[in-house]
């Protein structure tokens, strides 16, 4: 699939902002693709798709987490971790697209998780630091995506949790997991 058949596929399911969005996350993506040698336009779909199911309806989504495979503790968390898990089944199921890499792409891009691959940790990082985002600690984040995703992956993750933990809302484990995963990582302990 093309990047204009995506992009057609994707728009009646995002509003104006959340596509710019989108566009600014997938070019962000396939530059850093390029940079650390992963297929491009694989990172592209990813890319495209990771916000599909960003305005499904939260008790369509609650439905799909429970007739699914999809872990059924997603439901004691906040309903905006669910888009990635229930984009990434319906990205499949509607659009067709099957790759492994893609769809873990989408389904681990907002929480992240313990040993993400490069694939997941490029999607990751191009939604945090897509030019649209203004973030405290975001220049840092920025700098390092081009040096060292791990280190980029665990300043995102460390302003994640401390904005959560501010606003005193839950954080989901793998959200913990990744962080401490790579805490570990660029202390060269793993
Ligand atoms: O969908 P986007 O707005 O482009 O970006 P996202 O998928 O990263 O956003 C989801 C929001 O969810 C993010 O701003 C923070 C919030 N959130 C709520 N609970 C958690 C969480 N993010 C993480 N990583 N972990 C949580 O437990
Ligand atoms: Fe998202
Ligand atoms: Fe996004």
């Given at each position: 699939m093309n990047r204009e058949s995506a992009l057609e596929l994707l728009k009646p399911h995002l509003?104006?902002?959340r596509y710019d969005h989108t566009v600014r996350v997938t070019d962000v993506a396939i530059k850093l693709a390029e940079h650390y040698q992963v297929d491009s336009s694989k990172v592209e779909l990813a890319a495209i798709f990771h916000d599909y199911a960003k305005y499904r309806d939260v008790k369509e989504m609650?439905?799909?987490?429970?007739?699914?495979?999809?872990?059924?503790?997603?439901?004691?968390?906040?309903?905006?971790?669910?888009?990635?898990?229930?984009g990434a089944l319906?990205?499949?199921?509607?659009?067709?697209?099957?790759?492994?890499?893609?769809?873990?792409?989408?389904?681990?891009?907002?929480?992240?998780?313990?040993?993400?691959?490069?694939?997941?940790?490029?999607i990751f990082i191009a939604d945090y630091i897509e030019p649209g985002r203004d973030f405290p600690g975001l220049h840092e984040v920025r700098q390092q995506a081009e040096h060292d995703l791990d280190t980029a992956c665990f300043l995102a993750l460390k302003n994640t949790i401390a904005f959560l933990v501010k606003k005193q809302?839950?954080?989901?484990?793998?959200?913990?997991?990744?962080?401490n995963y790579f805490k570990r990582k660029i202390r060269g302990v793993i």
């Amino acid at each position: 699939m093309n990047r204009e058949s995506a992009l057609e596929l994707l728009k009646p399911h995002l509003t104006q902002s959340r596509y710019d969005h989108t566009v600014r996350v997938t070019d962000v993506a396939i530059k850093l693709a390029e940079h650390y040698q992963v297929d491009s336009s694989k990172v592209e779909l990813a890319a495209i798709f990771h916000d599909y199911a960003k305005y499904r309806d939260v008790k369509e989504m609650e439905q799909i987490i429970l007739q699914s495979n999809l872990p059924k503790d997603l439901l004691h968390f906040h309903s905006e971790l669910w888009h990635g898990p229930v984009g990434a089944l319906l990205v499949k199921q509607e659009i067709g697209i099957t790759d492994a890499d893609i769809l873990s792409g989408i389904h681990w891009h907002t929480t992240g998780k313990a040993h993400m691959s490069t694939f997941e940790k490029i999607i990751f990082i191009a939604d945090y630091i897509e030019p649209g985002r203004d973030f405290p600690g975001l220049h840092e984040v920025r700098q390092q995506a081009e040096h060292d995703l791990d280190t980029a992956c665990f300043l995102a993750l460390k302003n994640t949790i401390a904005f959560l933990v501010k606003k005193q809302q839950s954080i989901y484990p793998d959200t913990f997991h990744a962080y401490n995963y790579f805490k570990r990582k660029i202390r060269g302990v793993i």
